[in-house]
Each structure stands twice: as structure tokens, then as C-alpha cells.
């Protein structure tokens, strides 16, 4: 089953007609509706945040579902313009401000192309996703496992409509680049012939004995053989397609810019993913001074770890030596346990507000490993709790100095406390809550990891080291994305760039560089963001002198949810200019 609603329009009366608190409600029938639209639309992405109703369906992938989506956004948008931000209350004009700057950047991206581009790659992709939306869903009761197989039903449409997508890409020279879908056909095949053991039967077979018995065994039955009748049969056509269709019209180029959209199109995502207030060549120069900024720490920070050499040699030591890495996956995942409870406890000294959210630390599921980072964040629901997800394959590449920085931006204060505190704030629209900005998000993750010598991590030197390790990376990933994308570097040469500057492993500095040409400008967000914060930290503490308290400035920063980092300079210079017209106390003796 497949879905394509179209709801109705929600605006029936002149909005100039409209009084301030009339305005405000219309505002937010206009995000409500435009919500449910995507909740309905986008059934994968409810069940991600914990919208159930939609569990049984999977995305209307054709290329008419694609232009009845542009014509919903180009309407909401239409819609948003006619209000006049004077007459509404201040969070809900600051929710209009997102939403027009939402519907604007969905539409300027669909000017380049009104149809999914590259919907495989060795990043993303059914082959990847749909097992993690599995992971995602309930399996309680019949009607959760009703759904499933309603949804295994739709897949083989589904993956109908991501071929659709991908002959049009052909037609039209949107090909993705060789190095981004070379791996495809074989992840497919491996999900499809683990269809039935691994991840996507694994619901069937762990049927919970609260449901009847004659139920049960009726699901352990048709479970499998929906896999084996329908999705196995649509992967393998898939499979095929991509192996002798798709892989021999994908371009040899990898820039972004090769693609028909030009440099324009990597401009867009550039600044997309960063704000848009930097050039890809801006870009370029802040990671290239950032990369000599933070070279310039390196040598004090080897030589109090006792190492005698130079960043080379002390990369290949710290990047090979067994000492530095745990001995097996339940010694990992206990270090991390530990990390994530000493940061949580430190929390109150920089936070007024601490998530009640639950937060777990789990492995990684096996299928996909080998090719994914070495740790992530999963954001939790009503009914599921979030988790710090550790990748304990290839232990040999994750050194045990990466982890106190990993648990910060991972975990806490990192990703968990932005997205946690987001979803408490229940006044604003799910739009916002739930909602994602890349260079706010990551920029914020990499943020706290600046905040580990306040919270009292980096006093190994170690670690402290592998801090700053992680911070030239990023500044790294500013150069390679807009080198490879802008300026038509190779992948040797960005692999080559790689290693000369970071501690990396050999095989993660592969996987990073494989990522940034599958995915064009989304590394660029973490270190613009990053700097972006630390600014307005710094401006703050200069206005208010003593009476800068990092606690209330952490919640201006986190308390209106994701922001575009334009709009977050704006919001957090409001707060600024009412904290100066307070008072500062007067001690009475």
C-alpha cells in the first residue's frame, strides 16, 4: 500500500481580515495540517518519530507522487505569505519565519530537479533504511504485526517507484557518481538473501506470547512467506536493475558540480547544509585556516602523551597500537556506559534543563556495519527510548582516545540533549520540534564536545589528543567536500589530504571520502556550526561580563529547537539585548 493524500486547503477566510489571536490559530491549523500531510505522506518518517497510524504503508515513490509533493509545498507556501507577522504572537511568527524558509529551500531544490536524484547510494537508501524503519517499529500486537506485513506488501511498489525515479535520473543526466553506487548491488542482495534470517524476519520470529497462540502461528508463518513471495522478488529486481542498468550510465565524475545543475547546484547545497552565508569557497578557506589553526596545537598535545615523534609517526602509533583500543565488543560498550553517566552527572554545572528522556547505549545492528561510523544517535518516542548506538565491528579502527569525545557529541551533551530538549518543548508545532537543521544540529554536537575540559573529561592525554584529532577532522571534511565538489579533486587526492592531516584509520578515512561524494555539502554543517555557537558564546560572555551565566545561554541557544544559524544569531541577539537592560543584583550587607 502506498499513500498520496492530499488534505484540504486550510485558509478559507482573508487573512488581512484576521485579528491577532484569529492569525495565530489559522498559523497553526496552517503547521498542523501541513504536519498530518507529511505524517501521511511520509508514513517511514512517522514511524520514526512515533506516529504509528501510518505503520502499515511506505512512501508513494512514482514521479507523480514527486509533482503532486511540489504543488502541496508550492500551496503551504503560498499560504504562509499571506500572514502578517505583526499580528502573531512571537514564537508562532518565529514558526512562520521556519516554516517559509522550509517550503522556500524544499522548492529551490526541486527547481533543479522535481524528482529524487540519487535515491541509492552507498549511504542511503532502501537497502539501508528500510531495516532501520523496522527496528523502529512496535511489535506488541497483532494489529503492529498486521501493519508490517501491510508494509512488506508495499515495498514491491515502493522500490517500482524508486526505478521510476532513477530512469528519469538517467534520462535526464541525474546520474549518481560510480563511487556512490558501486557497492549497491551487493548490499542488496545481501539484504535480500538475509530477508528471511536477519534483521527484516527477525519480527517473526520473536512473536511475543501475549498474542494468541493460533495468531502467533499464523504470523510466524506468513511473515516469511511475504518475504519470500514479494520483497525477496522486488529486491532482486532492483539488484538487477542497479547492476546492469543503472551502474553503467552513472557518471565517472564525482563532483556535485559535474551534475546538470553545475556549481549552482553545489552552491545550494552548500549553503543549505551551512545557513547560507558562505560561499563553497569561503568554506574552503575557513577549513583550510582551521586545519593550520588546530596543526599548530598538535605537537604539545603528542608530547604530553610522552610520545617522542612527529604527527605522522604518533598517528601511525595511536592508529595501530592494541593498547589503544578495547580488547572486545562488552569492554567497549562498558566504557561508554561509564562515559555517558559521568557526563550526565556533570550536566547541572553548564544546564538549567536536563532531558528526561531516557537514554540507552546499544550495539549496532551487524547487517551494514563494516560501512558505517563508529558511533551514532538514534532519537527515542513516547514508547522508545533514544540510544548512543555503538559500532563494535572492526574494533581494530575505533582507539579507545576517540571516546570521550564520541560520548560528548553523540550522547551528552551532544545530539541527545538538543533533540531530547526540542521534543519537551510542547508549545511549539511538531514541525519544529521533531524537526532537523543540519548545521545547528551537527554545529551544536560538535559544540559540546568543546564543553568536555567544563564537564571534566581530556584530562588523559589521550583523549585529550583525540579531541583535537576530531576537531582537525572536521576541518578537514571543509576542505575535501568543497575540494571535491567545488574545485575538481580527485578521490585520491582527497583520500591523500586525509591522511597527511588526521590520525584517521586508512579504511574510516575511505568511508569519510566515499560519504562526502555520495552526500554533497552535509559535512560542511558540524564546524560552521560549531564556530558559529562558540561566536555567540563569546559574544555574550564579553557583553555581560560577570553576569554571563553559560547555563541560561545554553538555553537560548536550545529552548526554540533546531534553528537555520541565521535565525539563531537573530534569537540569540534578542536574548542578549534583555539580559543587558536587567539589572545586575545589589548585595545588601
Known sequence: MRLLFALPVVLLVPLLALAGNEADQQAKSLFDADWQWRMQNQPEYATTVGDYRYNAFLTDTTLAASRAAIAWQRKMLEQARLFERDKLAPQTALSLTLFIYEKEQLLRAASFAPFMTEPLSNQQGIHVNFAQTVAQMPFATETDYRNYLGRLDALPAHIAGLTEQLREGMRTGWVAPKATVRNVPATLKLLRETAVSGALGQPFRQIPATIDKPVRDALAASGPATLRTKVMPALRELEEFMRTEYLPAARDTIAASASPGGQDYYAFLAAQYTGGELTPLEIHKLGLAEVARIEALMPPAIRRTGFKGSFAEFAAFASTDARLFASSPDVLLTRYRRLMVRAGDALPRLFSSVPAQELLVKPASAFGAADMGAAWYEAGTADRPAAFVVNTSRLDTHPLWEMETLTLHEALPGHH????????????????????????????????ETLGPELGFFKDPFSAFGHLNAELFRAVRMVVDTGIHAQGWTRQQALDYMAAHTANAASDNELEVDRYIAWPGQALGYKVGQLKIRALRDKAKAALGERFDVRRFHGAVLDNGPLPLPILEQQVDQWLAAALLKKPAVAIN
Do not use: C, I, S, T
Request: glycine share 12%.
Open 417 to 448: 540533549m538538543q533533540v531530547a530538549r526540542a521534543r519537551e518543548l510542547g508549545d511549539l508545532p511538531a514541525f519544529r520540534r521533531l524537526g532537523w537543521n543540519a548545521a545547528f544540529g551537527e554545529g551544536w554536537a560538535m559544540y559540546a
